[in-house]
């Protein structure tokens, strides 16, 4: 039965090129690189995100409220139909971030996401997780909203696997084509050479690296992906109307 539960505080920090580069080679030092990594190129993430019409999820999550939580399908690269992908619900309350997901095959994952129906009988699909997803879909009548894709280099503690750093770049969009098998482009959140670090732990930061931070002039900033995109979707059809 496949389930991933995951309770755990998020810290997240914007990087240049050149920041990005001297503190993964003081990061090496204490932490291992994830597999998908040991080529020395990143993985692709691509993720939907689901949404009311009036994407109402996006907007309280905006408002920076104490309970907050999305929905997504998140999938490793571009899937096909033979591909295992995440339904996944995440949820944040007082800083404390919940994620729990459930493999599916993708177009189960889409049947189910669709009409909230899907045969559980399988050993990689787990009840509980699909009947929260299921009340989540229902108490919100949710829809494809934001396709959000990202390569990732990630870092685990050697020590202590509670510890995980990652640090995601060419973060891009798209408000069409909501399906994760139609590729993996989009519109650039952010700029060339930039870095959204994450620092992802359960207990207390280890002293090192609350020193490497603190040498490095590192301050924790608010950003979400889907949030940024949102903002950006908006801004372009305002400037849209305006040109009209």
């Not at 640090?167 to 989009?186: K, P, Q, S, V, W």
Request: glycine content about 2%; proline content about 3%; aromatic content about 14%.
């Amino acid at each position: 039965m496949a389930i991933e539960v995951f309770n755990r505080y998020e810290n997240k920090y914007m990087l240049d090129e050149i920041t990005f580069k001297r503190v993964t080679s003081e990061l090496k030092k204490y932490m291992v690189c994830d597999k998908y990594n040991e080529s020395g190129n990143p993985y692709e993430i691509a993720n939907i995100y689901y949404d009311t019409e009036e994407h109402f999820l996006i907007k309280e999550s905006l408002q920076k409220p104490k309970y907050k939580e999305k929905l997504r399908l998140r999938a490793y690269g571009v899937p096909n139909e033979e591909t295992l992908v995440y339904a996944e619900i995440k949820k944040k309350f007082n800083g404390l971030v919940n994620k729990r997901r459930t493999s599916l095959l993708l177009p189960d994952a889409y049947e189910f996401l669709e009409s909230k129906s899907v045969d559980v009988d399988k050993p990689y699909i787990n009840q509980q997780v699909i009947n929260e997803i299921d009340f989540m879909l229902n108490r919100y009548d949710l829809y494809p909203s934001m396709y959000i894709a990202y390569d990732r280099w990630a870092y685990f503690n050697r020590e202590d696997k509670d510890l995980r750093i990652s640090f995601d770049t060419n973060i891009r969009y798209r408000e069409t084509e909501l399906a994760l098998e139609a590729g993996n482009h989009g519109k650039s959140i952010l700029e060339e050479g930039h870095y959204l670090m994450e620092i992802k732990c359960s207990k207390n930061i280890p002293l090192w690296l609350s020193q490497l931070l603190t040498e490095m002039s590192l301050f924790p900033v608010s950003f979400s992906k889907y949030g940024m995109a949102y903002k950006l979707q908006m801004q372009s059809k305002y400037n849209l109307a305006l040109s009209a």
